[in-house]
């Protein structure tokens, strides 16, 4: 892999001020580097060791879905009144991390930010594999699974349809569009890399099936001018649709009457949400892959230090909800309301309350020094925390607001089976595995736009020249 | 053979050909195909096409706004998919089955707003990407310029202008006109 | 030869759109009609019966009463399938020793029911109750279709909810005259009351006929 | 549990530690455990789903055409297709009838009402009565005679009857002993009677578990001979219970029941009752009380008998008065509590409308005292009466259990015949019954299942159900009953007067003929007044309830003082009480598995019967619900788990009986402990702590002291109604936003008295039998799965050791507005024209949604398919509901197969929609539940909503339930106010 003119130093210490690309990195070098990644005959060593485990977590997916519709829902730990649990919250949590990758493409691609151009394409992978693993659950979560289709507009001769005001339903459509959209979005995306790698692509078996998925793009005049305009349209579109699809998500608390979900600030609070899962994983996929593949030039301290700045921006916003959260809910003055809020403070429940807090608000205010911002390790275990952070607010949110309803004769208690960890586990597994298939087969940085964003810089670069 | 396909280094060096050609006199479909997304100039320079009516040289023509019908039709096809599914849902719940939900009433038109959405969103999305295919003709899985050695680096880092004639002589007269430009490689297009 | 593939493929690809285009239409279609085909809804199939019974022969010919057999039928939720011994009361007396009756007489000897095969069927979340209907002027032939001209009975209606709906939504045209309930041939003529005057009639109550407590509990 | 889940909760456990009122009740949840998870059911869920999509638009439509359609050869009598048939028995528990309407439907005994014209029931039924069917149905009742645990028949039973017979007429009957339970049956008794007769040397002995003798006991010491006390509460102003059992054990308990609620209700009663408990361990009875007096049972007897001075004078408590006036300052200063002086007061000054109740646990000398202080009331005749013993007692005082279990030791017995009655699992076990039963020669076990004593007795023979066979049995008031069979013996048996008559004659008389001869020839032809017909078809023989006696009271009691135990025992001597299980009775409901998952009414234990514990005790023994302790009594002991129950004397341990059987049946065997061994033992008592834990499956996950909110339960005494009755009902109306009342032409309603309600779960039966409500298992409890469409919710409040306690059922609420309804994504619950909030299952997918959006959490769901999976007879099952399936949410519907039924009788003949009564409301004996059509002004609900009381649960919610509760006045004594 050539790594020409970048002293490795410099690669190994990343600099909040590292140019986006470093000037060393040509076109070819470029497309070279990426094309060697998906191209190459076998995968690396450390791949395998990865995409294994991942793999028989994936089937481990299967086996618990599998016993799942064999069994019932009863396997998992749902009772009476804990009608919701793991599948809905790792479901939004889901979304959430999903969101973060739209956000990531969709929203910095319309307002022209350079540093995104390198790792959007792992952005959208996030997107699209998240998406999926979020879509695994409504349909579970069913009693009933094999009537999910009643959801849809279907023909039927009982003259009936879906119930609109529910917004369960709202988000069931919001989602399977959002999984539509996302797989639209990243294909089209991807559309001229992969016509690269097919001209790149050493045995004719990889050139007709690159060949194939790139339908023919050969960047013609006519081919990119399309191509922008309708990209262009589809990122505008993709920017409200994450926002709607969290929002909705919200909306199945807001729009209940429980205690501990009644409130308005559900949407906003749960895009702020999205937004920092987004990140957090965005960075926990770039930094070692930047390593692993050699990308420090293109990802470059620079990415990681405007990361962290929007990971720390979220996490106040978030915050901010929070602590709107418990004004509200003080405010209020609905005794079943404030029940469940004293059971999350300082009742059976503390433990998720206050780790949601430390892990979601304490731990990245790290990131106002700034050495963390691009530091790997430091940026590493803050975006874990984070991750983790963001499941057991969707635990507090869903579970320990069902344990407490408004009649105290029905107060009841939640924990997970080993079935619902087995589901949860297995969607990671599912995920990652994703992930690693998309860094094996496909080019793992959108190389057109980093074509773009190198001529721009070298024309610039000319430019400081001539002026000097 | 139908054409010429001249290799550049560099968008400079392709835009130097192109901005020739749009000052020669000589007239035919020139096509570029690069890597990365032409900025304006190399955007459809078909130069002579624009030549004056007294065939005298005119220099080659910036089409103002290169024009892509897509943003406009994945704009009505989103427009179209909320209103008919708003308008689905409104039948559904006032006329083929009206019930009494939670003692709401029937024309619940806010709670139609976020799947109707959606699904316009869906219809946009999927107008966008289809329409895409449509307008610039694809897949196309096979073209002739495919038998040119040199076009495999087409989507790397190389910037390719194509000329498109079958008239021997304005063919010649092509060619001399490439040489001079010093294309790092130049090649027929087979038929 | 540098192409990747050859000029046939652009062909390959056309048809291979089209024909998913295709594939996609068929089967939306095929989820659309299947169920409104009589085929899965079984109407006019005819069923094996333990006796060949023939309504057109008991009915038409004979000029039997539905509820001579289905008995509670203007009292209970069940129209009531005739016991042996109802068979018997005449059977007894003639066609004594007819092959075809060898069942019934051998249910009747052995004291073991005769087991018929159900034609007409709701699913078990359907409580349909026959004596309202029939209460309100609703005839058998709704439902049962022409039972008077089938030598072997068959279901005459999809009974799908659609089916029912389309009488809840809308009785009038469906009533008819008391003396014309049993009657499975009868048709609306001239001199029939109108749907209006019917449903007054019947006092048809001005409860929401769709309800689904109606039907499903 | 692993994880980073299984680290938080453990963590949890810890942190409980927390002061804080919601991590106490986070401490009290059940241990963190997890459950195995593998499913009940296996109904080959993955072809359904294949199936479901692949006919997507057909869903389930003609799933059984070409199916079987059978017609019967001939049609039974009176018998319409799909229409219920009733008819008229009792439900006879130890000897007591409470009479009953049996549904039937196509010939099948279906469900069971309380019959009109009963006295003991008028109308209304217990939780036993209401779980019959279930116990008729019962796969376990046993078919087959056997000899010695193997299969024989009838020719060899009769071969070796014949034998008896032949040794018993050489022998006069000597060695002869027939054990039954109490007997009010005039037929069995004739029988008995005949037999003793042939037999001189016969002996007949009869025992409870649950004994009633201490009142008969009583009532001889007071009267000097036994006599039975019928109370009339409705004349009742003030009722003093010392460990009352009017609504609980004794006979009559649903007429008490009905008429103590008859004077509860401010807005309704003249004047309202005043109630005074005094007792050790909670029951029915204090726990509605005005005042309940928590006293160990030692002060107990101090305590009556000061008040019998008190009262009636200081020879009749036989002991130092504690002053004439009994004031309280003197009471007190007498080491008596010093409640004790103004309840005196209160008794006193309402004279003979005053009742002092004893309950039939405690020993003779209180009844004595109990009966003294009636007469010196002077309440005779006004608030309660003295008949004739209705239950025979055994002819020679010495015929006790005891007594034959020593003659069989000594061999002195060698043919016992056990008739309905299982003394190897009851017998207090220091008798030793099971040795002795195998010195017996000929033992034969007359029982429904081969129970213990049936096992361990040489001859088993089924007994027929109370529903197999023609019998007789009295009411509380002697009233009698004739038993008509419901159904052909299912498993074939025989009753008890057919085993007594073959005992005494090879002649076969077939039952009916039997009861015949008792009715239709003196003495009792005469009583038959208005016929054999009409007898059965009432379900009561008129006129035979029992004439008032008119015994005087002793003119020397015998002091019973004496008996008292004397000086007052030190208050930390530890107690054990024996208690009838509030849902297996002595333990012969234990394989009905409605009545084993039927929350008891205080602890809302499930399938166990743990030690009760005072909070006190538990905090010094450091004992946690489900700890484990080893009980011992003299040289016998139990290891059993303890739960802590508010109210309970920290001096006395209370001991449910009735579970931990081992021959009960698939279903009850190895549920709870067995504390029979411990009975019958006067040695010392002694509880220490021992390891392990027992997981108790109790519906209400938390204890601590939670006092219900004022917007789910309103409350307040007789003062504050007076100041203001409509104190508890809603002053605002919210605004709404949206407001559509169901236009339809009927509007079902409901209306709850919370001052009627006795907690005693006759509704949660009542509903479960007639709608289906499938039966989960211990297991699916502890996981919070629990399916009762109507819920009895207790509440705690105040201080732990005596608290204040509340009951309040909770269903359905039907709300106008209904929270459910618009989060379901397919409308499987919506609202129809009459306002019934409906479920509709076969549309449901169970998404769960609609749970978590009820604010009264009244959805049950079906995680597993607990109706299949469920061991019952499909023929046991409600024709009329559909038994849901797996993942589908269910919920109380109103009965709305009732309300069907009656819409279409009712359309049918062209007339509004008359009467409908919920099973709820036709089983309470309180009549605290009111359904009916609100659009009906003359409708009982509406004029019951019209109470002031009337409050809706959670007003703020805006749902506009039809369900509303009338608020709970109590009516403590001014002169104890704050006290108590």
Known sequence: MSRDLVPAAELLAPRGDDPVVHPGVSIAAMTERVCSIALRERAYLWWWIAFVPCLALSMLLVASIAYLFYAGIGIWGVNWPVMWGFAILSYVWWIAIASGGTIISALFFLVGAEWRSSINRVAESMMLFGAVAAGVYPILHLGRPWLFYWLFFYPNTMTLSAQFRSPLLWDFWALYTYVFASILFWYFGLIPDLATARDRAATPWRRRIYGMFAAGFRGSSAEWRHMRAAYGVMAAIMAPVVVSIHSIVGLDFAGAATPGWHATQFPPFFVCGALLSGFAIVLLLIIPLRRLLGLEDMMTGRHLDVLCRLLLTSSLCLGYAYLMDAFTTYYGGDRAERGIFLGRVIGGDWPVYWGTLVLNIGLPQLLWVRRLRVNPPAIVCICLGVVVGMWLERYEIVVTSLERPSVPSAWGFYHGTLWDWATLLGTIGMFLAGILLSVRFVPIVSMHEMRTLIAAHAARGAASKAAA | MTGLLAGFESPEALRAALERFAQSEWAGTVETYTPMPPDDYASEASAGAASSADGGPVPAQRDPAPGSPLPLAMFVAGMLGFVAFFLLMTHADVQAYPLDIGGRPRFAWPAFVPIAFELGVLCAMAAGFFGYFLVSRLPRLYEPIDECASFRAAMSDRWFLAIRCTDAARLADARSLLRALEPATLEEIPA | ?217 | MSGPGGRIWRRLEAAAADPGFVSRAAREFPALSSLPEEPLDRRQALKLMAAAIVWGGVTGCDSNFGQDLIPAVRVPPNIVPALPNFYATAHVLDGFANGVVVKHSMGRPLQVEGNVRHPSSLGATDAFAQALPLDFYDPDREAEIDRRGRPADWPTLEGALARERDRLASGHGAGLRILTGSVTSPTLLARLDALLDQYPEARWVRWDPISRGAVAAGAAMAYGRPLDTVARLENTDVLLAIDGDLLCTAPGRLRYARDLAGRRNPSRSAAMSRIYALESTPTLLGSVADHRFIAAPAEIERIVAALAAGIAGPEAAGSRPPGSGGSGSRAGAAGLPAWVGPVLADLRSARDRALVHAGAMQPPPIHALAHAMNEALGGRGTTFDLIEPVARLSRESADTLPALVADMHAGKVDTLLMIDSNPVLTAPGVMGFRAGLERVRFSLALAERRDETAQASGWFVPLAHQWECWSDARGHDGTATILQPQSLPLYGGVSAPEMLQRLSSAAHIPGDEIVRATWLHPPNAAAMGSGWLAALAEGVVQGSARPAVHDRLRETPRAPAADLGGAPVAADTLSVLFRADPALWDGRFANNPWLQELPRPLTKLVWDNPLLIAPRLAERMRLENGDCVRLAVGTASVIAPVWILPGQSPSCITALLGSGRGAAGAVGDAAGVDYYPLTGIAGPVSVQKVAGRVELASTVRHHGLLAPPDEVLRHGTLRDFHADPRFAADRSAAPELYRTVPPGPAKWAMSIDLNACIGCNACVLACQAENNVPVVGKREVLREREMHWIRVDRYFEGDADAPTSFFQPVLCMHCEQAPCENVCPVGATVHDSEGLNVMVYNRCVGTRFCSNNCPYKVRRFNFFAYAHEQKRPPESWNPDVTVRARGVMEKCSYCIQRIAAARIDADRESRPVGEVVTACQAACPTRAITFGNLADGASEVAARKQSPLTFAMLPAQNTHPRTTYEALVRNPNPALEGGS
């Open chain 3, 1 to 217: 030869m540098a192409a990747i593939f050859d000029p046939a493929a652009n062909l390959y690809v056309k048809v291979a759109i089209l024909i998913g285009v295709a594939l996609t239409l068929i089967a939306v279609l095929f989820w659309w009609a299947w169920p409104r085909t009589d085929y899965a809804r079984h109407v006019r199939t005819v069923v094996a019966q333990p006796v060949p019974f023939s309504h057109q022969h008991h009915v038409a010919g004979l000029g039997l009463d539905c509820r001579f057999c289905h008995s509670s039928v203007e009292v209970s939720a069940n129209a009531g399938l005739p016991p042996t011994t109802t068979c018997m009361t005449c059977h007894s007396q003639i066609w004594t020793n007819a092959a075809l009756l060898a069942p019934v007489r051998r249910s009747l000897a052995k004291d073991e029911p005769l087991t018929w095969r159900r034609v007409t069927d709701l699913p078990d979340y359907v409580y349909f109750n026959h004596s309202i209907h029939i209460a309100k002027g609703v005839g058998c032939a709704s439902c049962h279709g022409e039972i008077a001209s089938m030598p072997l009975t068959y279901k005459a209606q999809p009974l799908t909810m659609e089916f029912c709906l389309d009488c809840h939504r809308d009785p009038g045209p469906g009533l008819r005259p008391a003396r014309a309930i049993y009657d499975t041939e009868w048709h609306r003529t001239g001199s029939t009351p109108s749907a209006a005057a019917l449903l007054a009639h019947y006092h048809v109550p001005d409860r929401n006929l769709t309800d689904c407590s109606l039907c499903h509990r």
